[in-house]
Structures are given as structure tokens and as C-alpha cells.
């Protein structure tokens, strides 16, 4: 019987990890083609989105529920959710308002902020929340300062669709007087974990 050395032991084995590569990277492959398909699904366009409770509930965590106006850290008058006293609310700061009034200063807030993420989203679709965050921001900053001319690498990113790009404009530690705030860091990195993760919880209590 003449002598095979151990190449003929070895062949077998070396097709049996050929084959399980070859396996994995088939794998990889769905795996990548199946991200991309549940990406399509779950983002839509802005105009057929709203915010949904989770945002509302980390807004109010975030801004409190005051029933009093108050004047914030810039000396403007403010009041429920961090909803800006106008001149149309007829409202003072040490006036009391009611909870519906509230809930309603808050609704009409938030339709003012999704129909400014819906302008510079225009056609590219967001997951819910991608645009929740989105919205948080100009909740938090006004519909101004997301415009193009304010915010121009969120707009461009946007329009790209480099989501990833848009994450990184979501931070905005400064109050409107330019000074740093510490609440506002706190809520940038809130902010972009719900856009990022879809994760809602505060930071701060992890």
C-alpha cells in the first residue's frame, strides 16, 4: 500500500471549511438584503407620519408640565411643556393655565414642529423614530434654526439620505442667550439615541 502521507486526511477538512465560508458569507448576504428590506418598510415620508406617544411623553419628561408661567433661563415667558408664551395667549408670567390648556398649547407645538420636519425631509423617508427626533429637535431649538440657511449640514444630510450624517446634527447644547447648558446635553444625546436606536428612555437614569 504505498504511502498518502496526511494530504489525504487534510483534503476532506479543508472542503468542509471551504464550504462553511462559503455558507457564511451566503449568510451575511441575506442578512444584509434583509436589513436593507425591513429599512424600506419601516420609513415613510414625513407627510405621512405624526409623533407618537413616546416622544410626547419624553418631551414632557424633559420640559416638565408647569402650570405657571414662568420665565426660563433666557427670561422668556414660558409655560406648560416649554410651550413660548405669545402675544396671542394673552398669558403673564405668575398666571395659572389648566391642563387642557396645556395638552393644548403642546398639540399645537408639535404640529408646528412636524410640519417643519416635513419641509427640510421633503421626499426622504424617515422611520417613526427618525422623524420623532427630528421633530424633538425643532421642538427644542424652533422651526428657524433647522432651516437651511440655519442648519445646513442637517438639510444636506437629509437630502442625501446619509442618515447617519443627520445623526450628528442633532446635538445642540447651547440656550438662546448662546450660553452652554447642561439640560440641552443631556437631551442631545436623548435625542439622538431615539433617532439612531429608537430608544426613548432617559440617559440620565441608566
Keep these: 500500500m504505498p504511502f498518502l502521507g496526511r494530504s489525504h ?14 455558507v457564511q458569507e451566503l449568510e451575511e448576504e441575506v442578512d444584509e438584503e434583509i436589513g436593507e428590506v425591513i429599512d424600506e418598510i419601516e420609513r415613510f415620508l414625513a407627510d405621512d407620519l405624526e409623533v407618537s406617544d413616546a416622544l410626547i411623553d419624553a418631551i414632557q419628561q424633559e420640559e416638565g408640565k408647569v402650570l405657571v408661567v414662568y420665565r426660563d433661563i433666557t427670561g422668556l415667558p414660558t409655560v406648560g411643556a416649554g410651550h413660548l408664551v405669545r402675544p396671542e395667549d394673552n398669558l403673564r408670567v405668575g398666571d395659572r393655565i389648566t391642563e387642557a390648556q396645556m395638552r393644548e398649547f403642546l398639540r399645537n407645538d408639535l404640529r408646528e414642529a412636524e410640519d417643519a420636519v416635513r419641509k427640510i425631509a421633503k421626499a426622504t423617508p424617515l422611520s417613526q423614530n427618525e422623524f420623532d427626533a427630528l421633530v424633538d429637535l425643532v421642538y427644542n431649538v424652533g422651526p428657524g434654526n433647522v432651516s437651511p ?24 447644547s447651547k440656550a438662546r442667550d448662546g450660553r452652554r447648558a447642561g ?17 426613548y428612555g432617559d440617559p440620565r437614569e441608566g
Excluded at 486526511?9 to 462559503?22: Q, R, S, T, Y
Design 9 to 22: 486526511l487534510l483534503a476532506p477538512l479543508v472542503a468542509i471549511f471551504a464550504a462553511a465560508d462559503e
Design 149 to 172: 440657511t440655519k442648519s445646513p449640514r442637517l438639510n444636506e444630510a437629509l437630502q442625501k439620505r446619509d442618515y447617519k450624517a443627520a445623526a450628528e446634527q442633532l446635538h445642540y
Design 183 to 199: 439640560g440641552l446635553v443631556n437631551r442631545s444625546e436623548r435625542r439622538r439615541r431615539i433617532f439612531e436606536k429608537g430608544d
